[in-house]
């Protein structure tokens, strides 16, 4: 991203463009120069360092003075430290103790809430200082500085600061970074590590590249987390995690070890680094060849990056224009940032710029001017809670009006729907805008129809606009809308008046008759209907229950399709009466016949007058139906009946009715005669079940050779075929004689054989019935005193049992005192149950006497 540098007007906000004018690809960050109070300490004076903290800024300049700046870059607090550059400025998590360390060896660390603390000089510079993150606390009274040796201060129980060297003899401390218990530094040889809690150096990160001058090429260190160190020296990264030794491994060695889980080259010389997520914020100082091969300092770049195992990806990179890039150098940048809202500020001599994270709006911001409206819609519906620059419905109109410009109406019609929701006021002026560029069709469809509506004006101008040059779609929009948008009458009044120059347009005719409808004019929307024979004419009977005025449009109705109209009839008898549609239909008896037809199907003695005049209908115009009426219809006339098919020379119907009139022979004959077939003659026989009737038919039959084979086939099982065969003469050739003798010893074989059979299984039956009776009658009978006669129904056994008595028990379990019972029948001595008799001598028959 290339950022215009506005020189003339430093206070005007930082501004972003990308590299490339043409790309799709969208930034990650944006960018705004830190103005206010800081562009007037740096038109006097330059940044040399700057520490960021959630609630607060700390400025250092080349004049050493400290500068306490608000989010904004407004100048809360001034702090006149030195006259000379300071070096490094560092704060407790608290944000209430700073350390100052300067040029001229000053270090300073105390409360910016008293100035109580630490004032030291020193024959040396100072070039880093860091507190204890915790330095607010008591027990935390530490800090470290560092110039040719780093030294840890401690404040004892006396009130005094205790001097302890951690490390020596390997040129000048460029930086130091303390997270927690581990305190890492860089110098000349590498980067160190060490663990404040058990007082050990962990491990030597060395540097890769010692060409490179220390001064020039500083080391940058930054904390991810409290375990995770990231290293960047010249063009080398390293991400180092500490880690905890195995108990078991330790011996002599530190409790802690590093691990070095990513390590890769970068194009560019590293001036910050800063954790995003998993990602890596970098400054990049670059250097560039001119055409003549002359060097020359371009801008930096801030790139975020993907570190991977041996590499890194490239996620984006932004070229910046800082105030006086051209003369500065890598040692000039300064990367830090705010982990409480990802803030990144660039740091140069003349110039802070500051870094964010682009938000929804930022978003919107971008696909807005790529002209993807839908997109950016879609983004601010999602997240309309966390957007705060932008309207939804703002947005939405902006994506209709680009969606105007370029021509396509129907999908900018469309976003309406969604766009303007319940806003009436919206809705009428994009209305009126799509009639002003001819586009009503476009947005008819889409119009609110349900509890919200437009005035009636609105629906009806549109009306008016299809009515004009779309009759299909202005019979749509009828049939869509409800009734209650517009005004019913004027609508109608307007069809009307289309109509007289085009009376017999159907679409206009069919959409009349449905704002008839709608308005409750039955009549004169079942007029239209039935004059166009539409298909809707019987739902419109159904529904609105208009049979009496069908009446006398019957016929109209059995012409438009003689099947509804028939089973509307025939559902609705109780408000169209049978007689009623025989009348209307008397002078057409062809559609009379589909009626009365349907009527018999349904119901045979429901029509049962006309059923007479149905015998003429049947044998007009549907011959195939006389038989089975006449087998059906008990109300007909048979004299009538046999008339007209003689009339007409329907033989099976007149052999039906000849039999039905008892008439067999004469029907007989006329199938021997006029059909000569022997399968129905034989047919016939067998239905009629008459002895003499199969004796005309072998008489007819005994001179016709054909015939005799067909009756020696099937005659079998109705009549002797020795009757038949006595009387063929002798030499008559007979088709297939012998298949039809093997054919009746065949049947005469299987009858005996079903005799036999037949006869088993009743000796079977009969034995175990036989069985079953013997042992019913073998079993006892109980007789106590609860037991009682059957015809006096007084107990059987009398009081004292030394009385005579004499009791009959018969074998169906019925008990009768002796002199109950009725003298013995016929056969002397046999004597049968009074009850059982009643029904049928069975197995009371037999007889039990007791006798005391």
């Given at each position: ?158 009130n005094r600061w205790k001097t302890t060297p951690l490390h020596e003899g ?131 770049r801030l790139d975020i990056i993907q570190p991977l195992p041996e590499t ?541």
């Amino acid at each position: 991203m290339e950022v215009e540098e506005k020189a003339e007007k430093p206070s005007e906000e930082f501004t972003s463009e990308s590299e490339e004018e043409d790309s799709e690809e969208e930034p990650k960050l944006k960018y705004e120069r830190l103005s206010n109070g800081v562009t007037e300490i740096l038109q006097n004076d330059a940044a040399s360092c700057m520490t960021v903290h959630d609630k607060f800024l700390a400025l250092g300049t080349y004049c050493g003075k400290v500068f306490l700046l608000d989010i904004q870059g407004n100048v809360t607090q001034k702090f006149e430290i030195s006259s000379v550059k300071i070096n490094q400025i560092s704060l407790d998590e608290s944000g209430e103790h700073v350390g100052i360390c300067s040029e001229d060896g000053k270090v300073q660390v105390f409360g910016l809430y008293t100035r109580e603390g630490f004032h030291e000089n020193f024959d040396c510079p100072i070039k880093v200082v860091a507190l204890h993150p915790q330095f607010t606390r008591t027990n935390y009274k530490q800090f470290v500085t560092g110039g040719n040796k780093l030294l840890l201060y401690e404040r004892n129980w006396l009130n005094r600061w205790k001097t302890t060297p951690l490390h020596e003899g390997e040129g000048s401390i460029t930086n130091v970074q303390w997270r927690a218990n581990l305190i890492a530094w860089s110098n000349t040889v590498g980067v160190k590590i060490y663990d404040i809690s058990t007082k050990q150096r962990i491990t030597n990160v060395v540097r890769d590249n010692i060409s490179l001058r220390p001064d020039m090429y500083p080391c940058s260190l930054c904390w991810k987390d409290d375990a995770t160190l990231i290293v960047g020296w010249g063009t080398s990264i390293k991400i180092c995690v500490v880690k905890g030794r195995n108990p078991t491994e330790m011996r002599d060695l530190p409790s802690r070890y590093v691990e070095i889980v990513f390590a890769f080259e970068t194009e560019f010389f590293i001036s910050g680094l800063a954790p995003l997520a998993d990602q890596l914020v970098t400054l990049f100082f670059v250097r560039e060849s001119s055409d003549q091969d002359e060097e020359f300092r371009a801008r930096p770049r801030l790139d975020i990056i993907q570190p991977l195992p041996e590499t890194c990806e490239e996620i984006s990179s932004d070229a910046l224009t800082v105030r006086n890039f051209k003369n500065n150098e890598c040692r000039d940048y300064r990367l830090e940032h705010s982990e409480g809202e990802s803030l990144y500020y660039i740091i140069s001599p003349k110039d802070i710029v500051v870094a964010k994270e682009r938000d929804q709006d930022d978003h919107i911001d971008w696909l807005l001017e790529k002209k993807k409206y839908e997109e950016a819609l879609m983004a601010a519906e999602i997240s309309f809670k966390n957007i705060r620059r932008h309207d939804v419905q703002k947005i939405g109109m902006a994506y209709i009006n680009h969606l105007v410009e370029k021509g396509d109406y129907d999908s900018a019609a469309r976003k309406c729907q969604k766009v303007l929701g319940k806003n009436m006021d919206l809705w009428e002026n994009e209305v009126y805008r799509f009639k002003t560029i001819g586009q009503l069709k476009a947005i008819s469809q889409y119009l609110p129809r349900g509890d919200l509506r437009l005035r009636p004006a609105i629906y009806e101008m549109i009306l008016h606009e299809f009515l004009k040059t779309d009759y299909e779609g202005f019979a749509t929009l009828i049939r869509e809308w409800p009734g209650e948008l517009y005004n019913n009458m004027a609508i109608v009044q307007a069809v009307t008046d289309h109509l007289k120059k085009d009376p017999t347009n159907s679409t206009l005719l069919t959409t009349l008759a449905e704002l008839y409808t709608y308005d409750q004019r039955y009549d004169r929307a079942l007029e239209i209907y039935l004059r166009l024979r539409h298909k809707d004419v019987y739902q419109l009977i159904h529904k609105h229950n208009l049979f009496s005025s069908i009446e006398d449009k019957i016929v109209l109705l059995m012409d438009f399709d003689k099947e509804k109209a028939v089973d509307m009839l025939l559902d609705n008898e109780d408000k169209i009466s049978i007689d009623k549609v025989v009348e209307e239909l008397a002078d057409r008896p062809e559609l009379l016949h589909v009626y009365l037809h349907k009527l018999f199907k349904r119901d045979h003695h429901k029509g049962q007058k006309y059923h007479e005049r149905q015998i003429s209908l049947y044998a007009e115009y549907d011959q195939k139906n006389l038989l089975p009426f006449l087998r059906d219809s008990t109300h007909c006339p048979l004299e009538k009946a046999l008339e007209i098919c003689q009339q007409r020379n329907f033989v099976e119907e007149t052999v039906f009715l000849l039999s039905r009139m008892g008439n067999c022979r004469r029907a007989l004959q006329m199938i021997m005669e006029e059909l000569e077939d022997v399968d129905k003659a034989i047919e016939f026989a067998k239905e009629q079940d008459d002895a003499e009737l199969w004796k005309d038919l072998i008489t007819y039959s005994i001179d016709k050779p054909p015939f005799i084979t067909g009756l020696l086939n099937n005659i079998g099982t109705h009549v002797d075929p020795i009757l038949l065969i006595h009387r063929i003469k002798e030499g008559m050739e007979i088709p297939n004689l012998r298949d039809s003798l093997v054919k009746i010893l065949q049947d005469y074989n299987l009858q005996i054989l079903l005799r036999e059979g037949c006869k088993k299984i009743l000796v079977a039956d009969s034995l175990s019935l036989l069985q079953k009776m013997h042992r019913t009658q073998m079993r006892g009978v109980c007789v106590d005193e609860e037991s009682i006669c059957e015809s006096c129904h007084a107990t059987i056994l009398p009081s004292e049992m030394a009385q005579t008595f004499s009791v009959v028990v018969f074998h169906c379990r019925h008990i009768f005192h002796r002199e109950c019972l009725p003298s013995p029948g016929t056969i002397h001595g046999m004597q049968f149950c009074n009850i059982c008799s009643a029904k049928k001598r069975g197995p009371g028959s037999g007889i039990l006497e007791m006798k005391k």
